[in-house]
């Protein structure tokens, strides 16, 4: 999915200097199609499941939404350029990544809704058992910019380990970046000693029987967001029916995709009439809806610690909870991220929560098809559990 080119080239993409030929493309686009029909771009994870939920089961359709087949990108950076030149019109992107988007490439997109819940997890070499036994060790990220990052940033620092990237002494983790694709192989072979990334590849690696699940991320930060659904400003604004039909249609999949697990995996996977994902099918069975003898084994071991939680191993829900968004970018500021990133001195919490997300699509989506109670939600406001 990600190589170090695309890497360097995504780094690029997130300045002003380097996205301004893209936006303008993005521009010249839409005043030629003010009315393009939703194209949708996303990776083969089930970070997606939303976006291609809505697709498979005919709920952009059903909202009156002209769409076209969603486009498979296998990385962020050509996933990203594709957005920002306005060559699609949808996607989801990792929850940092949107912060550095709009505030480091000032990108008029704006986040409109989360794509699920939890997610990813650090899975690890089997003769690892503990934070500590990683210390010397290589540990694989999607991205710098990544809940990934934040996450497993904050578990190794709370156990005394220092972050580096190159060499990793006693005492001291070494992260690096590696295409999720590539994760599963690396750790089979020893390359790495473990990796923290979104699903399906933990799964797939417990399948394989080369890693083990060490910690699971929304564990540690109860019910946190992944991947976020972005969009233009110029949509948003221009075409406001649009977008709230084509929301309508992903809040609907988010609904569908919680309540009927199986058959999202059946949609998502190889085996499906689609194809969106090269994953099998049982793969991601195994994460939408595991075994509940395999949850007791996560609890047993302490994989789970927080089983008080009653958390899935990913979950759905769509609305953007501002506390989120704030604790967010106060992580990100403690976090070591490689490449530039000053521009993450002027950006305050508080002002960036309500800048970056446009809410009001997706509560009007919940309240007017009644879907709060499906979500489990009472409130649209909530307090953050970061606890390792």
């Given at each position: 999915?990600?190589?170090?080119?695309?890497?360097?080239?995504?780094?690029?993409?997130?300045?002003?200097?380097?996205?301004?030929?893209?936006?303008?493309?993005?521009?010249?686009?839409?005043?030629?199609?003010?009315?393009?029909?939703?194209?949708?771009?996303?990776?083969?994870?089930?970070?997606?499941?939303?976006?291609?939920?809505?697709?498979?089961?005919?709920?952009f359709r059903k909202n009156n939404i002209e769409t076209v087949k969603p486009i498979l990108f296998r990385s962020w950076a050509s996933l990203v350029e594709a957005f920002l030149s306005g060559q699609v019109n949808v996607i989801h992107v990792?929850?940092?990544?949107?912060?550095?988007?709009?505030?480091?490439?000032?990108?008029?997109?704006?986040?409109?809704?989360?794509?699920?819940?939890?997610?990813?997890?650090?899975?690890?070499?089997?003769?690892?058992?503990?934070?500590?036994?990683?210390?010397?060790?290589?540990?694989?990220?999607?991205?710098?910019?990544?809940?990934?990052?934040?996450?497993?940033?904050?578990?190794?620092?709370?156990?005394?380990?220092?972050?580096?990237?190159?060499?990793?002494?006693?005492?001291?983790?070494?992260?690096?970046?590696?295409?999720?694709?590539?994760?599963?192989?690396?750790?089979?072979?020893?390359?790495?000693?473990?990796?923290?990334?979104?699903?399906?590849?933990?799964?797939?690696?417990?399948?394989?029987?080369?890693?083990?699940?060490?910690?699971?991320?929304?564990?540690?930060?109860?019910?946190?967001?992944?991947?976020?659904?972005?969009?233009?400003?110029?949509?948003?604004?221009?075409?406001?029916?649009?977008?709230?039909?084509?929301?309508?249609?992903?809040?609907?999949?988010?609904?569908?995709?919680k309540h009927h697990r199986v058959e999202t995996a059946e949609l998502l996977a190889k085996q499906g009439i689609n194809k969106y994902t090269?994953?099998?099918?049982?793969?991601?069975?195994?994460?939408?809806?595991?075994?509940?003898?395999?949850?007791?084994?996560?609890?047993?071991?302490?994989?789970?610690?927080?089983?008080?939680?009653?958390?899935?191993?990913?979950?759905?829900?769509?609305?953007?909870?501002?506390?989120?968004?704030?604790?967010?970018?106060?992580?990100?500021?403690?976090?070591?991220?490689?490449?530039?990133?000053?521009?993450?001195?002027?950006?305050?919490?508080?002002?960036?929560?309500?800048?970056?997300?446009?809410?009001?699509?997706?509560?009007?989506?919940?309240?007017?098809?009644?879907?709060?109670?499906?979500?489990?939600?009472?409130?649209?406001?909530?307090?953050?559990?970061?606890?390792?």
């Amino acid at each position: 999915m990600q190589t170090r080119r695309d890497f360097l080239k995504l780094s690029a993409l997130f300045t002003a200097t380097a996205a301004m030929p893209l936006l303008q493309a993005c521009q010249q686009r839409a005043a030629a199609q003010a009315n393009a029909p939703l194209t949708i771009g996303y990776l083969p994870i089930l970070d997606a499941a939303p976006l291609l939920v809505a697709h498979g089961k005919g709920l952009f359709r059903k909202n009156n939404i002209e769409t076209v087949k969603p486009i498979l990108f296998r990385s962020w950076a050509s996933l990203v350029e594709a957005f920002l030149s306005g060559q699609v019109n949808v996607i989801h992107v990792l929850s940092p990544m949107s912060v550095w988007m709009r505030y480091g490439s000032r990108a008029p997109v704006r986040a409109l809704m989360w794509n699920h819940t939890c997610g990813s997890a650090l899975t690890v070499r089997p003769d690892i058992n503990q934070i500590a036994d990683l210390q010397g060790q290589t540990i694989a990220i999607p991205f710098w910019y990544s809940i990934h990052n934040v996450v497993v940033q904050q578990l190794l620092r709370q156990a005394g380990l220092k972050i580096v990237e190159k060499n990793p002494k006693a005492g001291e983790v070494r992260l690096t970046v590696m295409p999720p694709s590539d994760m599963v192989a690396a750790l089979a072979a020893k390359q790495i000693a473990g990796f923290i990334v979104a699903e399906p590849f933990n799964a797939l690696a417990e399948a394989k029987g080369v890693g083990k699940i060490l910690r699971f991320s929304g564990d540690i930060w109860r019910e946190h967001a992944c991947c976020l659904t972005m969009m233009h400003d110029n949509d948003i604004n221009t075409r406001p029916d649009w977008v709230q039909g084509v929301i309508d249609a992903l809040v609907q999949a988010a609904e569908f995709a919680k309540h009927h697990r199986v058959e999202t995996a059946e949609l998502l996977a190889k085996q499906g009439i689609n194809k969106y994902t090269p994953h099998d099918v049982a793969v991601l069975r195994n994460v939408l809806q595991p075994e509940p003898v395999q949850w007791a084994k996560y609890e047993r071991n302490g994989a789970i610690r927080h089983a008080d939680w009653q958390q899935k191993r990913i979950d759905f829900q769509p609305f953007p909870f501002q506390s989120y968004s704030e604790l967010l970018i106060k992580l990100l500021k403690e976090t070591h991220l490689a490449g530039v990133n000053t521009f993450l001195q002027d950006v305050q919490p508080e002002i960036a929560s309500k800048e970056l997300f446009d809410t009001r699509f997706v509560e009007k989506a919940l309240q007017q098809h009644d879907l709060m109670k499906q979500f489990g939600l009472s409130s649209l406001q909530r307090s953050e559990q970061f606890e390792i």
